[in-house]
């Protein structure tokens, strides 16, 4: 089945910057919208950051100002450039491609979810 390929993960004092790829692959061309997700330990999965295919960024509150998703389309990769990271961003982080978006996710997504990528943030 489908599935992207997340990196660019790591452990990271707050305060310090990581970039995170991945690699999406199948229903791009038919998407609307891609979109960076992260799950906490003990916490469900939750969309932080879109990117549509009129350029238009959303982002949840917890990373406004802090995170940016971008795309380079010739390699079909999407990007998540993290800043002035907080243990609080500690979490599994994934992509996908959807249909819609709702707040500050990506729904209707094609295809399964990739393994992630882990950022730990420590104080």
């Known amino acids: 089945q489908v599935q992207p390929v997340e990196s660019g993960g790591g452990s990271v004092q707050a305060g310090g910057s990581l970039r995170l790829s991945c690699a999406l692959s199948g229903y791009t061309a038919n998407s609307y919208c891609r979109g960076w997700y992260r799950q906490a330990p003990g916490k469900e999965r939750e969309g932080i950051a879109n990117l549509e295919n009129d350029g238009r960024t959303t982002y949840a509150d917890s990373v406004k100002g802090r995170f940016t998703i971008s795309q380079d389309n010739v390699k079909n990769t999407l990007y998540l450039q993290m800043n002035s990271l907080k243990p609080d961003d500690t979490a599994m982080y994934y992509c996908?491609?959807?249909?819609?978006?709702?707040?500050?996710?990506?729904?209707?997504?094609?295809?399964?979810w990739g393994q992630g990528t882990q950022v730990i943030v420590s104080s």
């Open positions: 996908a491609t959807g249909r819609v978006v709702v707040g500050s996710s990506c729904e209707m997504r094609f295809g399964a």
